[in-house]
């Protein structure tokens, strides 16, 4: 009997010994993704890298890869990302912000229930469709006003990328926002603050690492957002830092090859994962340096 | 002493700045409802010209033929039909992993380095761009294990995609359930996992659920690493049925067929020059936002009713 029970209990530790391990399997995943994705793009663009170099791949302004004799500056490229993500973001701060304000500090808590999930909606919309929105309704708009404008440009890419971004802004504000404790409030209105003054002058400074991280979560998105610029802002490479033009992002370049335009293996196809490499160096600091600002802020709240 | 004049000056003043502050608070709160209306707007707009030029494609026919090159006879039934068994094959990747780690990470992990390395890179994770996710199923799935643009491909991309909203959805259900529950259980002497199994995660249940709801809406819109694999465009026909009246009944052959989806063809349809396929790409996109847009306002509604029946 005694025996029994304890092959019974040695089985059931091993089961549950099993079962952690698998558990913590499954949480390694994530590891795991992360560094498949540094190894995929490292080892896919090496080939890349050795042909071209670092210096001439950073500082060339040329953007050629299917000329007889093709030249490769990333720079090409980002100038469009930071172009329309500029845009986006010119859009997507303040108005995340004002409405961010607006919900935490003015708004009943049922307006602002009712507005949340609403703002959540929106910013599922598939980007595809923000694209065909951005090439077929926003760019005749800003035709009738500026005649000008050729039909793939970088301002419509990123004015409708911006209003994508804004749910997310708004939403992620707002909570750092709300996240700020009661009693500085009361401290301000004692003082006889009005509500404006409370929100501007007291809240938003003593939630900024919240909202600077939504911010930068902000950029992140846009930086990597690929559909609406692939659909809106034109596929030609071209160094420029004017919205009104036509211009390929880092994003766009990588849809384009990818579709079939140019030959497979070759040094031209490799170059999607060195542009890929770049992407994602560039969000990833943009992450990190989010997760970084709001795990300041939370040993800061502990503070307060 | 105090002169009268004095006073009345100062009361002057502050009267005025109070005014100020007042009027400049009018005018954030209407900025804030014109800045809201305008959003109203823009979204108003992006649905009404989706349906003004989709809506006379939304026929039944629209659902039930094939791609054609010409843009008045081509229909969306590999679309949706792909992307329906691409979503299986998410849903079958995503769930169970990303259940499994959000457990681990409240339940079980210890704090320590390897804990943090995790949290770290589910943060990561999730802001990574899709398209790098792409040119990872690129490299690891379509040419290093060598499946191919298929289903299986599309659907381990997704399913990592969305692994980290189901991880963080899956870890604030749990805890947001009361640690008495637990020590209930351990107290009629539960093992761990039976706790977890039996209480925590049913507890759980409807939080998780939202959070799947949510990344499955999140995967049916994605394009840009659907592209990248490269997924067809034009395809006619249909994924090999998974069961058949013959022995062994079920097959996976489906999962090694090349594929397209709703999103691969709106991209295609609205990056077409000829515009006779623009009411196509509208249709398309009217359906997939229909889709997402349905799966996220259930979410919603299944948080609502999660928040107004709390048990505890």
């Known amino acids: 009997m005694d025996t029994m029970r304890r092959q019974q209990q040695r089985w059931r530790h091993r089961w549950e010994t099993g079962i952690e391990w698998l558990l913590a399997g499954a949480a390694l995943v994530a590891v795991l993704t992360t560094l498949g994705i540094a190894a995929v793009l490292v080892a896919e663009s090496l080939p890349f890298f050795r042909v071209v170099s670092w210096r001439s791949f950073l500082t060339d302004t040329q953007w050629t890869p299917l000329f007889a004799e093709p030249r490769f500056g990333i720079g090409v490229l980002l100038s469009g990302t930071i172009t329309s993500s500029a845009v986006a973001l010119a859009v997507a701060i303040p108005c995340g912000t004002w409405l961010a304000m607006y919900l935490s500090e003015f708004a009943t808590g049922r307006f602002r229930e009712s507005v949340k999930p609403i703002l959540?909606?929106?910013?599922?919309?598939?980007?595809?469709?923000?694209?065909?929105?951005?090439?077929?309704?926003?760019?005749?708009?800003?035709?009738?006003?500026?005649?000008?404008?050729?039909?793939?440009?970088?301002?419509?890419?990123?004015?409708?990328?911006?209003?994508?971004?804004?749910?997310?802004?708004?939403?992620?504000?707002?909570?750092?926002?709300?996240?700020v404790p009661m009693s500085l409030r009361e401290g301000a209105y004692a003082l006889g603050a009005t509500r404006l003054q409370v929100a501007w002058q007291v809240v938003l400074p003593a939630a900024f690492s919240g909202v600077a991280a939504s911010y930068v979560l902000g950029?992140?998105?846009?930086?990597?957002?690929?559909?609406?610029?692939?659909?809106?802002?034109?596929?030609?490479?071209?160094?420029?830092?004017?919205?009104?033009?036509?211009?390929?992002?880092?994003?766009?370049?990588?849809?384009?090859?990818?579709?079939?335009?140019?030959?497979?293996?070759?040094?031209?196809?490799?170059?999607?994962?060195?542009?890929?490499?770049?992407?994602?160096?560039?969000?990833?600091?943009?992450?990190l340096a989010a997760d970084w600002i709001r795990r300041r802020q939370r040993l800061h709240g502990r503070v307060l | 002493m105090t002169n009268p004049a004095t006073t009345d000056r100062l009361s002057d003043r502050a009267a005025a700045r109070i005014r100020w502050a007042r009027q400049l608070e009018r005018g954030f709160v209407l900025a804030a409802w014109a800045l809201l209306g305008l959003l109203a707007a823009v979204f108003l707009a992006l649905f009404a010209g989706v349906l003004q030029t989709g809506w006379e494609r939304l026929q039944p026919d629209f659902f039930l033929t094939f791609a054609s090159r010409r843009a008045a006879q081509a229909g969306i039934l590999a679309a949706w039909v792909g992307t329906l068994v691409v979503m299986a094959v998410t849903a079958v990747v995503a769930i169970p992993l990303g259940v499994a780690a959000g457990v681990y990470l409240e339940e079980y992990a210890r704090p320590g380095r390897l804990t943090t390395l995790i949290e770290v890179n589910i943060v990561n994770l999730a802001g990574v761009p899709s398209i790098v996710y792409g040119l990872l199923a690129l490299g690891l799935f379509v040419r290093l294990l060598g499946l191919g643009a298929s289903i299986l491909t599309a659907g381990l991309t997704l399913g990592l995609l969305i692994l980290p909203i189901v991880v963080v959805a899956t870890r604030e259900a749990i805890r947001m359930v009361p640690q008495s529950i637990r020590e209930a259980s351990y107290a009629v002497g539960a093992t761990r996992w039976q706790t977890v199994w039996q209480h925590v995660l049913p507890a759980a249940l409807p939080g998780i659920l939202t959070g799947i709801i949510i990344g499955l809406a999140r995967a049916i819109g994605e394009t840009a690493p659907l592209v990248t694999i490269g997924a067809v465009t034009f395809i006619a026909f249909l994924p090999p049925a998974p069961f058949s009246p013959e022995a062994p009944f079920l097959s996976f052959d489906w999962l090694w067929a090349p594929f397209t989806a709703l999103p691969i063809v709106t991209f295609d349809w609205t990056s077409r020059p000829n515009p006779a396929f623009r009411p196509n790409a509208a249709a398309a996109a009217l359906v997939l936002t229909f889709l997402t847009v349905v799966m996220n306002a259930t979410a919603v509604w299944l948080r609502y009713r999660l928040r107004r029946r709390q048990l505890w």
């Open chain 1, 219 to 287: 950029i992140s998105r846009a930086i990597g957002e690929t559909m609406i610029v692939a659909i809106a802002a034109g596929q030609q490479p071209r160094l420029t830092f004017n919205p009104l033009e036509p211009a390929a992002t880092v994003t766009t370049y990588i849809v384009q090859v990818s579709k079939g335009d140019v030959p497979y293996g070759s040094l031209s196809y490799r170059t999607i994962f060195a542009a890929a490499l770049v992407l994602f160096l560039l969000t990833l600091v943009f992450n």
């Open chain 1, 120 to 179: 959540e909606l929106l910013a599922g919309v598939p980007t595809v469709v923000f694209g065909y929105f951005a090439l077929y309704t926003v760019t005749p708009l800003l035709q009738k006003l500026w005649p000008a404008l050729p039909g793939f440009n970088l301002l419509s890419a990123g004015l409708v990328m911006g209003v994508m971004i804004v749910p997310y802004v708004a939403s992620l504000s707002e909570d750092a926002l709300r996240a």
